[in-house]
Nanobody
Framework: QVQLVESGGGLVQAGGSLRLSCASS????????MGWFRQAPGKEREFVGG????????YYEDSVKGRFTISRDNAKNTVYLQMDSLKPEDTAVYYC????????????????WGQGTQVTVSS
């Protein structure tokens, strides 16, 4: 069992930045691809981006490319989501999750999930 805890959410003005963190309870999480998802009220959970187990490769949903950056520090069992040039449409609860499948974008392919952290971008 892997427990994930997200933090770093909050309220920010459009154009601002936030950095989310996802801390894992186990060192073995470093073997997994890690993904970030988000879910806005009344909408389905959508993929944001993912990072390979060693941090060497990343992939993103088109609407966040060039604005969001995922990184990881396996020594700290932590994955980060740096969000810049935030827009009101980025407002959502953000979740991190693990998968054995690099490149996966569907939630059902992910195994362990955090509880989420709220990001609100005001216009």
């Amino acid at each position: 069992q892997v427990q994930l805890v997200e933090s770093g959410g909050g309220l920010v003005q459009a154009g601002g930045s936030l950095r989310l963190s996802c801390a894992s309870s186990k060192r073995t999480s470093s073997r997994y691809t890690m993904g970030w998802f988000r879910q806005a009220p009344g909408k389905e959970r959508e993929f944001v981006g993912g990072i390979s187990w060693n941090g060497g490769s990343t992939y993103y949903e088109d609407s966040v490319k060039g604005r969001f950056t995922i990184s990881r520090d396996n020594a700290k069992n932590t994955v980060y989501l740096q969000m810049d040039s935030l827009k009101p449409e980025d407002t959502a609860v953000y979740y991190c999750a693990t998968t054995n499948t690099f490149g996966a974008t569907k939630p059902e392919v992910y195994d362990y999930w955090g509880q989420g952290t709220q990001v609100t971008v005001s216009s």
